[in-house]
C-alpha cells in the first residue's frame, strides 16, 4: 500500500513540476508539426538570353520533384537581371527569364496555380556591380519552394 501510495506521489510531483495538472494531463494535445523547411535553388542565363541550359533544365527538374513531394507546396519564382543596358528593358527580361523557368516547372508537373512570377530586374543582385557592368551570377531566377 506504502509502495502504491509512494507511486502515484511520485506521478503527480512529475507531473506537476511539467506545468501540467493531473485532471488535464492527457487531455492536452501535442503542438503542430513544425512547417517543412524552405528550399531554394539558382538558375543563371547567358546574357540577354532567357533560354535554360541543360544545367538549368536539371535544377528545374530538381525544383519540381521536390515541390511534388511535399502536399501543398508553393513555388516562389522570381527573375533577376545584370546591370548592363537599360533598367525598363532588364526588368522585362527577369519577368522574361522567371516565366521561362515557370513554363519548365509547370512540364515538371507543377500546377501553375502553385507558382507565383517576380521579376525583380536589376534589383537584388548577388554580386553588387556598378551599372552597365555584366555579371553573369546576376543573370539568374531564384526558385523557392515551401
Do not use: H
Not at 487531455?27 to 541543360?54: C, G, R
Not at 545584370?82 to 527580361?93: E, F, K, R, S, W
Amino acid at each position: 500500500m506504502l509502495k502504491s501510495f509512494s507511486a502515484l506521489f511520485g506521478m503527480i510531483l512529475l507531473v506537476s513540476a511539467c506545468g501540467e495538472s493531473v485532471p488535464t494531463m492527457s487531455l492536452q494535445q501535442p503542438p503542430p508539426a513544425p512547417p517543412p523547411p524552405t528550399k531554394a535553388w539558382m538558375v543563371f542565363f547567358d546574357t540577354n538570353s532567357t533560354a535554360l541550359s541543360q544545367q538549368g533544365a536539371t535544377t528545374v527538374t530538381e525544383a519540381a520533384n521536390v515541390a511534388k513531394s511535399m502536399p501543398n507546396a508553393r513555388v516562389a519564382v522570381t527573375g533577376y537581371a545584370d546591370t548592363d543596358g537599360d533598367p525598363a528593358y532588364n526588368q522585362q527580361l527577369s519577368l522574361r527569364r522567371a516565366d521561362a523557368v515557370k513554363n519548365a516547372l509547370m512540364s515538371s508537373g507543377i500546377a501553375p496555380q502553385a507558382i507565383t512570377v517576380t521579376g525583380a530586374g536589376e534589383g537584388g543582385l548577388l554580386i553588387a556591380t556598378p551599372d552597365q557592368t555584366k555579371n553573369e551570377k546576376n543573370r539568374r531566377v531564384q526558385i523557392v519552394v515551401q
